[in-house]
């Protein structure tokens, strides 16, 4: 199943995949280990955030000692060691029911338990304690960044003082320690720079030894094509602000004021600090509970003099449907300034065809997918040619 391209191999990559997102969107993991039982063969796998480790296939049927070796093994293997994160434990019935009063209004959809994470900040000696209450969005995929988002109520200092404390908002992911900079250190520079708009930083930092393993075996016995893979290392932080998604404004003119607000704070960032955010879209604008917007999400931002000659100057980067046509066409350059003021453009397009009264909703079935999905592939994946269209 592994090394076919049959459709029913591929089926079944898929279906492991599957699996590895639902456990770790449910869990809280660094890491996972799945038995895959094709009779009478049996393969191990190792999932992290960076991808797979698999192991040659056996067959029970003639030899099952690798197998009771394995389950002999993990029997002797701590929680972390099988892949729970240490830093996030059950709360307790008393945090648990001051959380579910004072996050009542995000709510999960479906019922999860409150959590007690730590936070480590290079500030403080010991970790921060923060109550959550469901993510607002889980991974739809085992490899990559995995960003998970809550709001968050601090509870270092006892329940008593967080019954006044504020609500903030707590971010966790898997960042490439390729990226020279990390989302933390850019946000004290803008914050540090009175840069308005843009999230205001409290605490967080890399949790203590929480990095992937994929990446040293994959590029030490080499892999099935592909570039080399990049280390990633769990992050968690916190921010000032909640915000709501873009999508949930009341009237176009607080639509268009959180767009003008984070247009703002994009363009201060870049004059005032060197940095460009290199990911605008309808997901990282948000809108302020007091109105306004605020330009969130900079973990895919760069300072200007580390564009052009760092190793990932040519990585295309951004959310699809709103990246700008030169970088859709799979034009192998740095991104620019103009690519981040061209997905603004398409911020307001999109968010105004399918939100705001307009004489074309009977066909917006075709259009959505014509300006803001569509692509092709030969080796890698190009688009743009819809957007062309709309704007000429």
């Keep these: 199943s592994f090394e076919s391209e049959t459709n029913d191999a591929q089926d079944v990559r898929g279906q492991l995949a599957t699996y590895a997102v639902e456990y770790c969107a449910r869990q809280h993991r660094t890491h996972l280990f799945l038995v895959y039982i094709y009779f009478p063969h049996v393969r191990f796998i190792r999932f992290d955030r960076c991808g797979a480790l698999v192991s040659r296939k056996f067959n029970l049927s003639e030899d099952c000692t690798p197998l009771i070796r394995f389950y002999s093994r993990f029997s002797k293997m701590t929680d972390t060691q099988r892949g729970y994160d240490p830093t996030v434990t059950?709360?307790?019935?008393?945090?648990?029911?001051?959380a579910q009063e004072r996050?009542?209004?995000w709510k999960p959809k479906h019922e999860r338990p409150v959590f007690k994470m730590d936070v480590y900040d290079d500030k403080t000696p010991k970790p921060r304690k923060f109550l959550v209450w469901g993510s607002l969005a889980d991974p739809d995929s085992p490899l990559g960044r995995a960003t998970r988002g809550y709001p968050a109520l601090e509870v270092t200092d006892g329940l008593?003082?967080?019954?006044?404390?504020?609500?903030?908002?707590?971010?966790?992911?898997?960042?490439?320690?390729?990226?020279?900079?990390?989302?933390?250190?850019?946000?004290?520079?803008?914050?540090?720079?009175?840069?308005?708009?843009?999230p205001t930083f409290v605490c967080g930092g890399d949790l203590p030894g929480q990095v992937t393993r994929t990446d040293v075996f994959a590029n030490e016995i080499g892999r099935t094509g592909g570039k080399p893979i990049d280390q990633r290392a769990h992050v968690r932080f916190v921010v000032l602000e909640v915000g709501r998604p873009l999508e949930c404004f009341s009237s176009s003119k607080q639509m268009f004021q959180a767009v003008c607000d984070a247009f703002q704070g994009h363009k201060q960032a870049f004059d005032v600090c060197g940095i460009l955010h290199r990911d605008v879209s309808g997901g990282n604008i948000l809108i302020l509970p007091k109105g306004g917007g605020l330009l969130n999400d900079w973990d895919m931002a760069v300072k200007v003099e580390e564009v052009e000659r760092g190793p990932r100057a040519h990585e295309r980067t951004g959310t699809w449907a709103f990246m700008s046509i030169d970088l859709l066409d799979g034009a192998r350059r740095a991104h620019k300034v103009s690519d981040d003021l061209e997905s603004f453009f398409w911020?307001?397009?999109?968010?105004?065809?399918?939100?705001?009264?307009?004489?074309?909703?009977?066909?917006l079935g075709l259009i959505i997918p014509a300006i803001f999905d569509q692509y092709s592939y030969y080796e890698e994946a190009k688009g743009g040619t819809g957007k062309s269209v709309a704007v000429t």
């Design 90 to 98: 059950l709360a307790s019935d008393e945090e648990t029911k001051l």
């Design 347 to 363: 911020v307001v397009l999109y968010y105004g065809l399918l939100y705001l009264p307009h004489n074309k909703t009977s066909q």
């Design 103 to 105: 996050l009542k209004e």
């Design 160 to 198: 008593e003082k967080a019954k006044d404390a504020p609500i903030m908002f707590l971010k966790e992911q898997w960042r490439s320690k390729a990226i020279e900079r990390g989302e933390i250190a850019i946000l004290r520079e803008l914050n540090k720079h009175g840069i308005k708009h843009v």
